[in-house]
């Protein structure tokens, strides 16, 4: 679709550009400091270039209004106007008192038909400039979302034209708003798909080893299952997409114990958290699969007994969190090829969707960095922003 | 003094606070233990943190300084220091804790967001942090002089280079710790020589304090200004002067001062008789009752807003814990504030000849060497000048953070720890530099005008912000512009000399009386004007400042 | 882990993949609409937390507040010393701690409050908060 968009904007900026820019072409040919065409298609790109980013929040009011004046702008008409389905989201320039009313009910063969239309007005105020209009609709997937309506004081081919490219410049970025949305839709919908994606590996070795204690040591046993109900429970959770720090370092502990059932001595576990940084809020479940990744490691390369080191230290604005095992490794390739999302379904699935919500929560600032190399262990640290808008726990 | 057992007492604090700074007092423990890891700070701990962190130069040294100089309406200094504790804990603790904000830009952007307000908030974080800076570093210039003889620039480059070096060798890592053992050091490091400077005192037959002002002589006394001075006289002085006063040479011959200016040269020595009523050298504003409210005013409500202070709150798990904690600090740094008037009051006594050179704020460092002398006197005043540095660094090292996690964020170009490390030295360089070319200002006077700032911008943002829904983005940035600009420009011209005397002085020297009510206005007045600009997500922001986290956290209640 | 096993270590970063962070007006409206039906309790909650603000303060401008009044009445400076150094941090504390009780007394009823509801959890408008 981007694709799309700069296919439709090319052609679409250049004729606009060649309109504005004919208007003073013959004062002077060629100049090192730009033609007159030239700077009328600079103009036009950066009028265009403005008109954007509202419209990339979709179809409303609040993006309309703040868009109107530079499109209009963009087609030198004395009026423009922004219409959605139901009614006049904002009207630009001379005579809404005049066609305000009417608006709605010149465009509604063209909500159903899609096709762009032109139409005389009649006033009685002989001082209104607006004597026609033509009218655009905006699409998104072929359906008509709403319509743009151009104003002139006669009829004009070149006007109709512009509209037209306009239009449907328009439409390009209502499509990308709507893929906007469509793709934080997807990650909201990977993150809940991910408080689901507790493997099936881990419920049934927890509860075998659960059960190898039942008869040798009841009291164990029963403080294990409480555990093993409390990690699923906050696993499980329904509300909210963040999480306290403390509360995900609590959720790994009690990971920890589950696992330690299994493996006793063959895992060391080391802890070191600042206090000052348990209050932050950060995205749920997204330290978990890191400590998992480092166990799987730390116990698979291990000859002896696996370390892990888990360390949350206050860095200023930010946590750090550090994530260390002096297991098997990886190969620095191989886990470039994971974090590409190229690695297939063997292993790193995990690594890959913290790293992705990560730098959508944060930015790209923020990503996973991993110090790893085959039979080297591996280091993974996280740093959490204290405070970020909209994140809270 | 011994300089020895002084100089061992300085390096001891910042030893100290590098080693445990830089390598932290981190929580290294087996997973068995980490339910102990996993719990939050407590309201004690953080209290005693966040009083560690705030009792600065201006309460260890400051004050004392000041009584000595002023009398006793300098006390209004301490209780307007705890009474801001007050005013934050009624209006601002628990809904600041709850909007998850770490630094004032941070609430801003919560609030209104607003990257434009956002700026302009940092901005005057960084103004407010970096004036307050200046004179922990100028006490800091003064307490090695007077320990040990070292130039005025020695001190403020030394807590500089402490700082950047602690940040730079991990941020501070278990700050909590660090802050809180601070605040029992200094309390121990007032009250144990207060011990025995009242031993001292009752044992000199317990002369009551004189109340009236000026203070008086009690013995001969002999000044040497180090620094040539001006003397502002109101009444006239009789001297025994020793080099050159008023441009003319003097050889111990005696000499009437008559009201008015006199110039005072370096090296000269004034010989005082016993009961000379030593005049002020800085005399008080012509309306004390203004500035008495100029100070209540500032203090009261300027709290709230220092940078270091906010940024402290995070560290509580929730709000009610901040709500508690806050009464903790009330009561932690309101016992401190018992102590600095007991040196005042003593330093009127023994020791007001420092009131004519300017160096009062010494006073707390020379009086047990005055009172109790020999090897314990030496012994008391390293403990001070250990407490004193303690203040210095750890006020000092909290703003820095402050203001460089600020520049880190909002000013310099790209976020991460790396910058954050570079954005140390940048943070405190400002205030270096200032605080070696301004002139002297008393040290609580100087803090006196942050708070002043502070309370003409950030109170009322802080306080409309949490409890009016009014409040727009136009709005804040016009309050922020007209009561805190204003409020700066005010305090830059007093500082710079520029004020007019009289009643202009007054006026420019305490702006928060009529600062602070121009920022208010002008954010109701702005927001009134411009209610389209109500921030869409108000409602949910003031439900999650004053909703119980118990609440907000079950899900099923109204969120 | 050994100095050894880190110097083999190489550094990965997953690529930049140019995100734009979740927009914010999405999260917060999803609040908002939760809290349209929670707004007149949140309301009632906050005018409590107000009034005991604003007594607190109240009580506190108008003892700590007359005070350089008072001393200028009485122009002795002894009481000034004994009021300023020591007396006054008492009354200070007290408000506070009457404040904090407060505060967390309105919390506590609110919570009552709002736990008799249904277990639907999303109170209607139609109750009266106070």
Do not use: F, W
């Given at each position: 679709m981007t694709l799309a968009a700069l296919l439709f904007l090319g052609p679409l900026l250049a004729a606009a550009g060649y309109l504005l820019g004919r208007r003073t072409a013959r004062r002077a040919r060629t100049s090192d400091v730009g033609t007159p065409v030239e700077h009328a298609t600079f103009e036009t790109l950066h009028t265009a270039s403005l008109a954007a980013p509202p419209l990339r929040a979709g179809l409303t009011a609040e993006a309309a209004r703040k868009s109107a004046r530079r499109l209009r702008s963009l087609l030198g008409t004395d009026a423009l106007c922004l219409t959605d389905r139901d009614t006049v989201l904002t009207w630009d320039g001379a005579g809404e008192q005049h066609h305000g009313a009417q608006v709605m009910d010149q465009v509604r063969v063209l909500l159903d038909t899609g096709r762009d239309k032109a139409f005389a007005l009649s006033c009685d105020d002989l001082d209104c400039p607006l004597r026609w209009a033509v009218a655009v609709p905006l699409t998104v997937d072929h359906r008509v979302l709403g319509t743009l309506i151009a104003y002139a004081p006669r009829e004009s081919a070149v006007l109709a034209r512009a509209a037209g490219e306009v239009g449907r410049w328009v439409s390009v970025q209502l499509e990308l708003a709507e893929l906007d949305r469509s793709r934080t839709r997807l990650i909201e919908a990977e993150i809940k798909a991910l408080r689901a994606q507790i493997s099936p590996h881990f419920i049934f070795n927890s509860l075998a080893a659960i059960a190898s204690f039942v008869r040798t040591d009841p009291e164990r046993a029963r403080e294990l299952l409480l555990e093993f109900a409390d990690f699923t429970r906050y696993s499980f959770r329904r509300h909210g997409d963040f999480t306290t720090l403390a509360e995900e370092l609590h959720c790994i502990d009690q990971y920890l114990a589950l696992v330690r059932a299994r493996f006793g001595d063959r895992l060391s576990v080391t802890l070191q958290v600042a206090p000052e940084v348990l209050p932050v809020a950060l995205p749920f479940l997204c330290l978990q699969p890191l400590v998992e990744n480092a166990v799987k490691h730390g116990i698979e390369g291990a000859v002896g007994a696996g370390r892990i080191t888990i360390s949350a230290l206050d860095a200023g604005n930010e946590a750090e969190v550090v994530i260390e095992d002096d297991g098997a490794g990886m190969d620095p390739e191989r886990l470039r090829r994971v974090l590409r999302?190229?690695?297939?379904?063997?292993?790193?699935i995990g690594l890959l969707n913290v790293d992705e919500r990560l730098r959508q929560v944060y930015?790209?600032?923020y990503g996973l960095v991993i110090e790893t190399g085959v039979g080297a262990g591996m280091k993974i640290t996280a740093r959490i922003p204290k405070y970020r808008a909209g994140v809270h726990s | 003094m011994s300089q020895t057992y002084a100089v061992v007492a300085v390096t001891a604090v910042v030893l100290a606070t590098v080693l445990v700074g830089g390598f932290g007092l981190r929580i290294s423990r087996t997973t068995s233990d980490f339910y102990v890891a996993s719990r939050t700070v407590g309201p004690g701990l953080n209290a005693a943190a966040i009083s560690g962190e705030y009792l600065s130069a201006a309460s260890f040294l400051g004050i004392a300084g000041l009584v000595l100089v002023q009398g006793p309406d300098m006390l209004w200094y301490p209780v307007g220091y705890t009474a801001g504790y007050l005013v934050l804990l009624l209006f601002v603790a628990a809904p600041l804790r709850r909007s998850g904000a770490y630094t004032l830009p941070d609430f801003a952007e919560a609030r209104l967001e607003s990257p434009g307000v956002r700026r302009l908030v940092s901005v005057f974080v960084v103004g407010a942090g970096w004036l307050y800076l200046v004179p922990q570093l100028q006490g800091a210039g003064l307490t090695l002089k007077i320990l040990?003889?070292?130039?005025?620039w020695l001190g403020p480059v030394l807590v500089a280079a402490v700082v950047v070096v602690a940040v730079a060798a991990?941020?501070?890592?278990?700050i909590t710790f660090v802050q809180a053992f601070q605040y029992w050091l200094k309390l121990t490091a007032l009250l144990v020589p207060v011990l025995f400077l009242v031993l001292a005192w009752r044992g000199d037959g317990a002369p009551r304090p004189v109340y009236d002002e000026p203070a008086a002589l009690r013995h001969q006394q002999t000044v040497r200004v180090a620094d040539t001075l001006t003397l502002r006289l109101t009444d006239p002085l009789s001297v025994r002067a020793t080099g050159t006063v008023d441009g003319r040479p003097r050889h111990g011959e005696a000499l009437t001062l008559v009201p008015g200016e006199h110039r005072v040269e370096a090296g000269t020595r004034l010989a005082l008789d016993a009961a000379t009523r030593v005049p002020g050298t800085a005399a008080r504003t012509e309306h004390p009752l203004y500035a008495t409210y100029g100070l209540i005013v500032a203090t009261f409500l300027g709290t709230m807003g220092l940078p270091h202070v906010v940024v402290r709150f995070y560290t509580s798990p929730g709000g009610r814990e901040a709500r508690r904690a806050t009464v903790v600090v009330l009561a932690l740094i309101g016992a401190f504030y018992l102590l600095p008037p007991v040196y005042g009051a003593l330093g009127r006594l023994y020791a007001p000849e420092l009131a004519l050179t300017g160096d009062a704020d010494a006073a707390v460092l020379l009086l047990p060497e005055r009172l109790v002398g020999g090897a314990g006197g030496d012994l008391l005043g390293a403990l001070v000048a250990g407490g004193a540095f303690a203040a210095f660094l750890s006020t000092a090292s909290g703003l820095t953070m402050a203001v460089a996690g600020v520049l880190t964020q909002d000013v310099l170009p790209s976020r991460g720890i790396r910058h954050f490390r570079l954005a140390t030295p940048i943070a405190i360089s400002v205030p270096l530099l200032g605080a070696l070319l301004v002139?002297?200002?008393?040290v609580a006077d100087a803090v006196g005008m942050a708070f002043a700032v502070s309370a003409s911008s950030f109170c009322p943002l802080l306080v409309l912000g949490i409890w009016w829904r009014g409040l727009t983005p136009p709005g804040a940035a016009a309050g922020l512009l007209l009561g805190g600009g204003s409020a700066l420009l005010a305090v830059a011209a007093t500082v710079l000399g520029l004020a007019p005397p009289g009643l202009a002085h007054a006026l420019l020297a305490w702006p928060a009386v009529w600062s602070v009510p121009v920022g208010f206005l002008a954010m109701i007045g702005v927001s009134l004007a411009t209610p389209g600009r109500v921030p869409a997500g108000t409602n949910a922001a003031m439900t999650r400042f004053h909703l119980p986290e118990a609440l907000a956290r079950a899900g099923g209640a109204p969120r | 882990m050994s100095a050894e096993q880190a110097a083999r270590r190489e550094r990965v970063t997953g690529e930049p993949r140019r995100v734009r962070p979740l927009p914010r007006h999405r999260a917060q409206s999803e609040i908002d609409e939760q809290t349209a039906l929670g707004g007149a309790y949140v309301r009632s909650l906050m005018r409590g937390q107000f009034r005991a603000a604003v007594t607190g303060f109240v009580v506190l401008a108008l003892t700590v507040g007359t005070l350089p009044l008072a001393f200028r009445a009485l122009d002795d400076d002894a009481v000034t010393w004994c009021v300023l150094g020591f007396a006054v941090y008492g009354p200070l504390a007290l408000i506070a701690w009457w404040y904090v009780r407060t505060a967390e007394r309105n919390e506590r009823d609110f919570a009552r409050l709002v736990a008799d509801r249904p277990t639907d959890g999303r109170p209607t408008q139609g109750r009266r908060a106070e």
């Open positions: 999302g190229e690695g297939g379904a063997s292993g790193g930015g790209d600032a | 040990t003889g070292a130039p005025d991990g941020g501070m890592r278990s002139s002297q200002v008393p | -």
